[in-house]
């Protein structure tokens, strides 16, 4: 009998894992996406209603990724016909249109580069995980959804504007961070920064918690 291989794991501010694929825009590589944001992000299977709700999800938000910088790019371990029928099928039956590719990964490559088969769930089908990679191909954040529950597209637009802000301005966000809301400023590294941080102007709650308007 033989064991079940592990699966493997991406690890977060590394280089994501590379990867050349087949998808309903033609073959794309990792590489294609360089100097661009990247939200890749897997499916259980084509023609499932959970994973129906999450691509036109993701469809009708299409234009605020665009804004964004934010190309999406899906995956199942599907065929790619089987792409293109449910393509079309979403259409037909719900008028949306899926314009971001889809990759047809029939032989596991990209799915467990990326750790996205998980035999606890399935040995057959990818889980509902999501990678968001920046544009220097670093693996930023990474989520990871049960097969019976649809994730939120609204989170991951808040994540990459959240990230792109920590980028751009040198801070951390809190809790649910909205654009317009403050930021976190970060903690002072000494005990004299410590001491001179209640006077620097800023909202000052404690010595290690301080933020500010951007």
């Not at 930023?140 to 990459?160: C, H, I, K, Q, W």
């Amino acid at each position: 009998m033989t064991d079940t291989p592990s699966p493997t794991f991406p690890r977060l501010n590394e280089p994501a894992p590379d990867f050349t694929a087949l998808t309903t825009d033609g073959v794309k590589s990792l590489s294609d996406y360089a100097g661009k944001w990247l939200i890749l992000f897997s499916h259980p299977a084509d023609f499932t209603p959970v994973c129906t709700t999450e691509f036109t999800a993701f469809a009708n938000r299409q234009d605020e990724f665009d804004a964004l910088g934010v190309e999406l790019l899906g995956l199942s371990i599907d065929s790619h016909y089987s792409h293109i029928a449910w393509v079309r099928s979403i259409k037909e039956s719900f008028g949306v249109d899926i314009t971001f590719p889809i990759i047809a990964d029939l032989d596991m490559k990209v799915a467990q580069a990326y750790g996205m088969v998980q035999p606890g769930a399935s040995d057959t089908q990818a889980v509902r995980a999501t990678f968001i990679i920046d544009p220097d191909g670093v693996l930023r954040a990474m989520v990871y959804y049960p097969l019976t529950n649809g994730r939120s597209v609204d989170e991951f637009l808040r994540m990459v504007k959240a990230m792109q802000t920590s980028d751009a301005c040198g801070v951390a966000t809190p809790e649910n961070w909205q654009p317009g809301d403050d930021v976190i400023v970060k903690p002072p590294q000494t005990v004299a920064e410590a001491n001179a941080r209640i006077d620097e102007g800023l909202n000052t709650v404690d010595w290690y918690f301080t933020t500010r308007t951007l």
